[in-house]
Structures are given as C-alpha cells and as structure tokens.
C-alpha cells in the first residue's frame, strides 16, 4: 500500500522550524516519491514554494484533513538522500549540534537540481541481419545514395552499432533529411543518451602490478579475512613513512570490489587527488572517481549518480565523498587520519572519521585509517581495543628512512647568518643542485611576511572586520586571511604617522625570493593557497615537478602530506616552531606531525635522504621525537601531558561559540546569561568543568563578535544532554533570536 502522507523538513535553517511537517501525497507522485526526494511544498500563511526533503511517511494524521497541505512538485532531477544517509544526518544532528535541515546539507551530495547531459545517438536498427543489410544496401546503389551508404558502412563497422549525432553530421556529413527517411524505412533509429561529465583526466597504466612485503601482505589478510566472516572493525593502520600503506589500500579495495561491494578512500587535501588517483586508476582504470569542492556542480552531480548508478566502484575526496551514495558500501579507507582537515570548519562540525565509523555501523562496513603519525584520540582508541591496530614498521621496497639533522636557529644568528636558511641547509641545497637531485622546502606559512608593525609606537597592522594582523604578499599588497581584506602596504604608520613601518617573519613568497637569490640557476616552483587558487593547479604544479621540470618545490603543509617523489633526496623544515607555541594544547602533536610527514618526503627512490629541521627549540620532546621518527616516544610524552590538564582523549572538551553582528555589550549579557544556565544545569556533576564566557584568541571575524564558553567531562553522553539543555534554553529565550549558537565537540582548533 502506498503511503499516503510525508514527513519534511523545510529547507530553512532555524530552530524554530528545526522539525519536521507533513503533507499530503498527490496521487500522481504516490508512486514516484521516495525517502530522501526533494520536494517543492507551500509553505506559511501566504502558501510560499518552498524546497523541502522527505524524511519519512504515514498513512495516517493526527491533524484536521482540511488542515494537512499538499506537495506541490517533485524536484525530478534531484538525488534522493538514502534511508541510511538521512539516519546519519540524524546522528550528526544529535551528537554535533545543528540544526535537522544543515545537516540534511552534509549528507546531500548536491544541494540543487542538475540537469542531465543526454547526448543523440543514431543506432542501426536491431533486425537489421546480414541478409536485410545487403537488400539495404542494394537498393542504396541503385538508387546512388551515397550518404546513406556512408551512414550504414560506418554503422556496420563500429562494433558497437552506434554513433554519436555529432559524429554522424561532422565526420560523415549526414544531413537531418537522410536522417529522416532512413528512420522512415526503418534502417536506423535516434534514441537519447545520458552523458556524464568528466572529473577531470588522469593517465594509467594498464596491467599494473603491486607486489607486497610479508608485513603488509599481512595487514591485507586480515583486513579481507575479516570482510568475508563478516565481521565489520575499524582499523588503525601505523606504518612509517615509506612503509606502503597506499598498497595496502589498493589489495584491500581490490578484494572489497570482488565481493560485489564499493569503496571510499578519503584524502586530506584536493592537493593529494592527483597522485592518489592516478594511483588507484593504474589498477582499477575506469571505476575510479574523483569528489571534491573544485568539481562544478553538475560535474559532482554526475559523480555521485555514478556511484549511486554502480558506475564506479571507487570515490577517492576530500571530507565531502564520506557521502558518495553506493548502495553496497564495503570500506571506507581515511589516509593520514591524523589530519585536522577531516573536521568541518562549518556547523555541524562534524569529524570525518567519527562519522565515517557510524556510517560504517549502518551499512555493515569496515573503516581503515591510516597515518605514519596517527592521531593521539585514534591511538588511544586502539591501544584500549576500541580499534584493532595494525602496524607496518618497515619502508616498502628497498627504500630506508633519511637521515635528519636538528639545526639550531639562536646558533645560526650567533655565528652571523640572518637568512632564513641555514649554512648547513644551504651547503645540501648546492649539493643535491649538482647531483641533479631535488629538493622539497616546507613552512608552514604563506605569503612574504607575517605581519606589518611598526618600529616607533609598536603597533601592528590589523584587519579592520577581523581581529587579526594583516599578511603582507608580493607587490606590497596586504590581505586578511579570514575575510580576504586588501590593501596596500601604508607608507606610514596609521597610529602614529611614523615611517618606521615594516613587515617582520616570513612566508612561502619570501623562501622563494630567498631561495632564488641563493642559487640563482635553481627552478624554483611555490605550492601555497595562492598558487593553487585556479582549477588543476595541484595538479599542474605537482606534475612539473614530478616530470623533473623543477629542482625545488617550495610550499606550505599541502607538500608534505602523501606525495612520493622518487628523485627528492632532501627536505628542508624553514622554521619548526611556527606551530609549536599556538594557543592550542594539541600544538605538539601538529609539531610532531608535520615535520614527521616532511620527512618522509626524503629518500622515497633508490637514492638516501636527508631532512634537515630548522628551529629555536631543539630540545623539545616533540621535535626530538620527530627527528627520530619516533611516534611511540612522543605519543607517551604527549598522553602524560593531556591527561595531567585533562583534555582528549581522557576527557572530552566541547565548546560554544556565541556570535552576534555588532552589539558587543549585548553579546557579553547574553553571554553571562547563558553561562549562567550552563552551571545551574550542571552544578550536581563533579566531573564537569566551566571555563568563560571569555573572548577567543580571534574576538572577531567579518565584524561580527565572539564569545566562548569551555566544558569538559569525562562522558561523552552528558556532554550531549547539556548541549540538548542549552539548545532549549535558548530556543526559548526571545532575546536570544539574533544569536548565531554553534557546537564545536573535541574541537581541532581552539578559538
């Protein structure tokens, strides 16, 4: 029986329509109408077309029939969220904090509707025989039909019996006439043809070959072995540097396609897609596909119907492909799960990985992440047996890990040097020049410098929307990197008209400009936010460099994560601590990961590698611990340090964010206010922590002020009942209307 009502969610996002309402089904969609459609539906007292999404259905109503409104259209080229896509969303509203239609967003894989390609396409008429072809062809001759004879030869000879229209007017100069009369006769017809858009183009390799080491082929049995018992786990894969985890991920997809399942591998960063999948094309070809934020709309619509349509078997992305609608999911792979890219900058702020897991518990998958530096949360989680770790502690091949040699900054100033290079560095920078080897420079930090201040009354040019310095680029232009504000550099100090004004620290622009006034005969490439900005320019630059077009690769964090460059034999890290001493007590660990997958970058091929760390803190644990490559070391340092000030993973650390436009006093009332309910509805647990309301590091952003509020407990659980308290208090509160209230659980990055 066809349901005859339909539960949506309006396409508003505001609590106080943070529910969902039914509607009548027409008769006419009864039958076409699915969970997840997007629907057009009158909508307040003036019955306004608004878009909606079905999230369930009845056959009954507990309201007045003449009160129960009717859906007016079904959206026909939208892409239904599936049953377990919407469960999902329901999770992520429950245990990140947002509002249901935001996180129906998430979970959409395109926010609106797209219009199909369909393509012509003239096809040789299926009782055509041998017999009949030559009676047609015959009578072609007799009657000097040379265009037809074209058409029908040309059919003939294509295997598969079909021609594009295009082809058929241009190649064989068809007109639309003959077209006609060889339908007529029943020669031929012209059907429509669905076309995909391209994802962009990677070459392969065909027949490619993987051969595994004893260690990994053992990470891959276990893995499969447990896929075919049906026992679905989530996996912690550790492997050094070097180690082959990539392969390891090829054989286990390869298995997942066997049993007639799909796979999801994420990657942190667009900049990681080319080589990734140029990778997995070389053994899968054709079923690979790509989703990330740098596809057109329509080019993303095609994607996700291929995955939902069986055309593909992999989707390779960034955080967005956790949502790639396959209809027999098998695995989800997270490579460098370490990554703080895997957490939403935008509510919900959801965690790649957290959610991937609970994706994986609804449709009977498998997780696997991997990382040489796994994250402390994830570590932990697999040394109390919540994940199963696994471990490679070999490089692949022949390959060894590369020498590294800490480099102590206060004694380069002592001795003279006021480059941002080092002797040393500079000494292995000319060798490897003349080996004709290449060289990788990593800082974390774009543009030529810091920030601008002035000599005389000390103060730095700041945004004037952000509570942020400005960063000074090429040409003197100064930009904000929260809201993009520009302006040029002022000759003279704004505050005290002094000409005392200049910029201090130092950027990817200003290595770059350093690196070229040192070895001026070197080819120099920059990898930042700026260069990339155009579409493929990740892949263009990396491709240069691969291909030997350059000897130095310049560039911020996006070149150290996952590219394997067989001739880079050295890594130079510019300045160690520029994340050392953030205001964020996951600061080490950042440290700890960025230089360890920095040098991993080093000695990949045949050649040995050396890494050479730059810093004014060398007796740091976590710099010490990277240089050796020693994750086990750090990590206990690491764990002693989070559970004496106890943040994850011991215990967990949400944090509300309150904004409003401009009213800063106002903002702090409220703030107090709502501080105030925090601790009466928590004032029985001792395990909770208050910390605020206080001003982030960043008080404002885009002119719109911020306040937050600290909570730590130990449960998870009473952390999302409070958030569920503080939700209704506010929904409640008048006042509160113009607020902006946001959740951030375990945030990656402190405010």
């Known amino acids: 029986m066809l ?5 949506i969610i309006i396409d508003i996002s505001h609590e106080a329509i943070d529910r969902p309402f039914q509607y009548r089904i027409p008769d006419g969609l009864r039958e076409d109408i699915r969970l997840g459609s997007m629907v057009k539906i009158p909508f307040g007292r003036g019955n306004h077309l608004r878009t909606g999404y079905v999230i369930g259905f009845s056959d009954q109503t507990e309201y007045q029939l003449d009160r129960i409104k009717e859906i007016s259209e079904l959206c026909d080229r939208s892409v239904p969220v599936e049953g377990r896509l919407l469960a999902l969303a329901a999770w992520i509203r429950e245990n990140y904090g947002s509002t249901m239609i935001n996180a129906i967003r ?12 369909v393509d012509q396409v003239v096809v040789l008429a299926e009782n055509m025989d041998t017999e009949h072809l030559a009676d047609i062809r015959e009578q072609y ?48 017809t012209v059907i429509s043809k669905e076309r995909y858009r391209t994802a962009g183009v990677y070459d392969y390799k065909e027949n490619f070959q993987i051969t595994l080491n004893n260690e990994q082929q053992a990470v891959v049995d276990e893995v499969t072995g447990d896929m075919e018992q049906g026992r679905q786990k989530t996996y912690l894969l550790h492997g050094i540097t070097g180690s082959g985890k990539t392969e390891v991920y090829v054989k286990i997809v390869k298995k997942t396609i066997e049993m007639g ?6 990657i942190p960063e667009i900049a990681l897609t080319y080589q990734t999948v140029r990778y997995f094309r070389n053994y899968f070809g054709d079923r ?7 596809l057109s709309d329509g080019e993303k619509y095609d994607q996700f119907m291929r995955a939902k349509n069986g055309d593909v078997d992999v989707v390779i992305g960034p955080r967005s492909a956790l949502f790639a609608p396959f209809q027999n999911l098998g695995i989800i792979i997270i490579d460098e799960e370490h990554e703080t890219s895997y957490k939403s900058d935008y509510p919900p702020k959801y965690h790649a990985r957290e959610t991937a897991v609970k994706r994986a518990e609804l449709e009977h998958a498998s997780v696997l992440l991997g990382s040489a530096t796994p994250s402390v949360e994830s570590y932990h989680r697999a040394l109390n047996g919540t994940y199963r770790l696994l471990e490679l502690h070999e490089r692949a091949g022949s390959g060894q890990l590369a020498k590294t040699s800490i480099v102590d900054l206060r004694k380069e100033l002592k001795a003279g040097n006021r480059s941002i290079i080092s002797r040393e560095l500079a000494d292995d920078i000319a060798d490897r020049l003349a080996r004709r080897q290449q060289v990788m420079l990593f800082i974390n930090k774009r543009g030529y410098n810091s920030f601008v201040s002035c000599r005389n009354c000390g103060e730095a040019l700041k945004c004037p929307h952000c509570d942020v310095s400005l960063t000074r680029h090429e040409n003197n232009r100064m930009i904000c990197h929260y809201c993009g504000f520009q302006m040029p550099q002022p000759k003279v100090c704004p505050s005290c008209h002094s000409g005392l004004i200049g910029g201090y620290g130092t950027g990817t622009q200003k290595l770059e400009e350093e690196v070229q006034r040192l070895f001026p005969q070197a080819r120099v490439l920059r990898m930042d936010k700026d260069t990339t900005a155009a579409k493929d320019a990740h892949e263009q630059i990396l491709e240069k460099f691969g291909n030997g077009e350059a000897d130095i ?36 660990e950042r440290t700890f990961d960025l230089i360890t997958q920095a040098a991993g970058r080093a000695g990949r091929g045949t050649q040995p590698g050396k890494v050479v760390i730059q810093t004014y803190k060398p007796e740091h644990y976590a710099i010490k611990a990277a ?50 309910n925090i601790r009466s509805c928590s004032e029985n647990d001792r395990d909770m922590r208050i910390i605020g309301p206080s001003a982030p590091v960043i008080a404002k952003i885009r002119d719109i002020y911020r306040r937050v509020v600290y909570i730590k407990n130990y449960r998870y659980n009473e952390l999302v009942a409070l958030k569920d308290q503080i939700e209704i208090y506010v929904s409640e509160k008048k006042e509160l209307q113009d607020f902006s209230l946001q959740f951030d659980f375990n945030p990656l990055n402190m405010y």
């Not at 994750?631 to 509300?656: H, S, T, V």
Request: some cysteine; aromatic content about 8%.
């Open 261 to 266: 399942k799909q796979a999801i591998i994420l």
């Open 553 to 588: 690769l310049v560039g911020t964090q996006m070149i150290v994560k996952g590219h394997d460059f067989s001739n880079v034999t050295l890594v130079g890290i510019i300045l160690a601590d520029l994340t050392l001493f953030q205001n964020d007590y996951r600061a080490g």
């Open 106 to 117: 998430t979970v959409m894989p395109v926010k609106k509707t797209i219009r199909q390609l």
């Open 3 to 7: 349901p005859r009502y339909a539960d």
């Open 141 to 188: 001759h007799r009657k000097h039909a040379q265009a037809k004879l074209r058409l029908l030869q040309a059919l003939e000879e294509t295997p598969e019996r079909y021609l594009s229209m295009d082809v058929v007017k241009q190649k064989w100069n068809i007109s639309p006439a003959t077209l006609k009369t060889m339908q007529q006769d029943g020669v031929i």
């Open 627 to 676: 240089a050796a490559q020693n994750y086990l070391d750090f990590y206990k340092e690491e764990e002693a340090y989070r559970g004496l000030m106890k943040y994850p993973p011991e215990w967990n650390l949400p944090i509300l964010v309150l904004m409003v436009c401009s009213d800063e006093t106002f903002l702090d009332q409220m703030a107090e206010d709502i501080c105030s």
């Open 288 to 294: 690979v596909t790509i989703i990330n934020s740098r």
